[in-house]
Each structure stands twice: as C-alpha cells, then as structure tokens.
C-alpha cells in the first residue's frame, strides 16, 4: 500500500515538473522572473512557482494584413492589404524583448504598408508591385531584428481603386491599344508602299515587264468564269499607238512632199 501512495506521489510529480518542448518550438525559461535557460526540443523539468517556461513555434507564419486605406503620391485614393510570412529567429528576443511579436510584426507591416505605398505613384503600384514588396520587407525585416524575426517575404495582394478611377483606366488603356493599332497599321502601309516602289522600278527596268505582268494577272482571274474583268490597258500600249500615229503622219507628209 506504502509503495502504491509512493508510486502515485512520484507521477504525480512528474505530471507537474516534467514540460514537453515539440521539434518545431523552443522553451524559454525564466527562474523566478529572471531568464536562465533556453530549452530545446524533449522533456525539461520546470519547478512550479519557481520557474516558468514560455513556448516559442519556429515555423514560418503566414500574417493577413488587412485592406488599409492609402493615398497615393499623386493624390488617388485606394485600399491595398498584403500577406507577410516570417518566422522566429532567436527566440529568447522574441520573449524578452517585445510583448506579443505577433501583434508587433502585424501592425508593424500596416504601418509600413501605408508609407511605402503612399510615398508611390498609382502607375508605380500597379505596375512595380514585386520592387514596393521588397521594399516593406527589407524596412520590416530590419526594424524587427531586435525582436528576433526574420521576415522572408512580403506580398502585396490586392489593390482595390474607386469606380471612377477604374472606368478613367480602362479608357486610358482602350486610348493605348487604338494608338498601338495605329502605328501598327501605319508602318505597314510604309513597308508596302517601299515594297511597290521597288516593284515598279523593276518593272519598269525591263521593256514589256508590266505588259507580262498584266498578262498574268488576266491569266490568274480567268479561273474563275463568274468574275467581270475590265481589262485597263498599260499606258505603254498607248504610247506605242501614239508613237504608229505620230510615224504615220510623217510617212504621209513626205509622200506628199514628193
């Protein structure tokens, strides 16, 4: 009976003394108020009263920053939020020196958010997304150094603008396109007409060249019987008529002369 109560006493000491520290966390013990040791992970025995362990998770957290009203550098006001991942470096910092790291590193990051993204233009945010992220990292990253985090990225998410802020974008952007159509159709009627001025040239290089040319032309539309073809004569053809014409007069002037 002795060794049974025995037995009971000594498992139930165990039960109060005995903490267990999981792979991913650090304990961080504090010996009547005054920090002593820093436990890894297994069984550590912690006397009630006396001593008092804190548990820190090392694994990399996930914080949700919520939408935070901005205005911009040039005046348009917008709601941005982001996604910060960060884990616990020293985790003796993480107790002592700062109250609640996780409160902290959260309204740290809005903070930092906001003045980042303000000191921007709109065409920055949209367009420059990733180069404002490792901005509000590298800020956090340092200020929470003390703290004993390490911030590993920083994402902003979604970057919501006032309705008739959207319509004048997308107009701006539609404006863009018919420009970009423009010079587009533009430079193609260039590079056509380079391609037809030197196709005349070489026609008209060789004697009979556009004759042949037109000839070609009828031969091809000929396949097909249902189309009208007005056949427009080469002005090279007329010229030669006039040239007969001109002949002809001459020839009768000098039999008359005669």
Aim: glycine share 4%; charged share 30%; proline share 2%.
């Amino acid at each position: 009976m002795d060794l049974l109560i025995l037995l009971a006493i000594v498992i139930g000491l165990l039960i109060i003394l005995l903490r267990e520290v999981k792979q991913y966390e650090r304990g961080v013990v504090l010996t009547m108020g005054k920090y002593t040791s820093l436990r890894k992970p297994g069984w550590s025995i912690i006397v009630p009263i006396f001593q008092n362990m804190e548990k820190v998770d090392l694994r990399v957290k996930a914080v949700d920053v919520p939408d935070q009203k901005v205005i911009t550098k040039d005046n348009v006001s917008a709601s941005i939020n982001a996604v910060i991942y960060y884990k616990v470096s020293d985790a003796t910092k993480a107790v002592l020196e700062v109250e609640d790291f996780r409160f902290a590193v959260s309204q740290l990051a809005q903070t930092t958010m906001r003045n980042i993204v303000g000191s921007a233009e709109l065409d920055e945010v949209l367009a420059e997304r990733d180069k404002l992220s490792e901005k509000i990292q590298l800020i956090i990253d340092k200020e929470t150094d003390a703290w004993g985090i390490r911030v590993e990225n920083v994402e902003l998410k979604d970057f919501f603008l006032p309705e008739d802020m959207e319509r004048t974008i997308a107009k701006q952007a539609e404006a863009e396109r018919e420009r970009r159509a423009v010079i587009i159709k533009a430079e193609g009627e260039v590079a056509s007409a380079e391609n037809m001025a030197k196709a005349a040239r070489m026609l008209s290089a060789s004697p009979g060249a556009l004759h042949l040319r037109t000839l070609q032309s009828l031969n091809d539309l000929s396949s097909d019987k249902s189309n009208t073809v007005v056949f427009a004569t080469p002005i090279e053809v007329l010229r030669a008529f006039e040239g007969a014409k001109d002949w002809l007069d001459e020839s009768t002037k000098e039999k008359l002369g005669k």
